[in-house]
């Protein structure tokens, strides 16, 4: 293997170490909200009772109004039944949230898969965060995420398409150009390289306004 080779893998290594620690870091924060709403429930239910005792019934119907809001941040969205996804997924959801960002996403996946879960982190992960960086190019109102993943006969199909302020990306050769920061190419190696591995198949269309990449991984 040349120099060159060696220093690529080494770049890539290193991308995709950073990449699943910053979706674990993802999970965890999600998780951390999750437990601190419940360690909560029992004030809530103390408080809302004091304010029955007085009567206080538009004060009830404010703090519900606020424990719905607060729910909602840290609601499960997706429940595919593979924890894998559901973490990733669901991560990448909230983070999207939290930058403006609409998801529209259905996600059917079983819970057994052939894909190892650093290769389903490295995919969905690069694919949520390129959609959602190419929306945040665009007004809010005009933001969108589309996801919907689920098995095509015995092969896993997955696709991700969002609107861009272009009208139409250029190629580089096979490749979308990107226009991101140092690093981010490598996530599109990545994906192309686990799609090869598995011999699955990997679709990139930009036609105007909207970005789609569809990948079909075989499961048997």
């Keep these: 293997m040349s120099l060159i080779s060696k220093r690529i893998d080494k770049h890539i290594a290193a991308y995709q170490r950073e990449l699943i620690e910053t979706h674990y870091a993802e999970v965890e924060n999600m998780y951390k909200q999750i437990r601190g709403w419940r360690h ?20 009830i119907n404010a703090y519900l109004d606020k424990l719905d809001i607060d729910l909602k941040t840290v609601d499960t969205v997706i429940k595919t039944g593979n924890k894998m996804v559901d973490a990733i997924v669901n991560s990448k959801i909230s983070l999207a949230k939290s930058k403006n960002v609409p998801v529209k996403a259905d996600a059917h996946i079983p819970v057994a898969l052939t894909i190892s879960e650093i290769d389903l982190c490295v995919i969905i992960g690069n694919l949520f965060d390129n959609a959602i960086e190419a929306s945040l190019t665009l007004p809010e109102g ?17 696709s991700f398409t969002n609107f861009t302020a272009t009208k139409k990306q250029k190629k580089s050769g096979s490749i979308f150009k990107t226009t991101k920061g140092k690093g981010h190419g490598f996530g599109l190696v990545r994906i192309d390289d686990i799609v090869e591995r598995y011999g699955g198949y990997l679709s990139r269309n930009s036609e105007d306004g909207a970005f789609t990449t569809e990948i079909l991984l075989p499961q048997k």
Excluded: C, F, W
């Design 40 to 59: 909560d429930y029992r004030n809530h239910i103390q408080t809302m009772k004091a304010y029955a005792a007085e009567g206080d019934l538009d004060s």
């Design 142 to 158: 005009e933001r969108m995420i589309r996801v919907y993943m689920d098995m095509k006969n015995t092969q896993l199909y997955m």
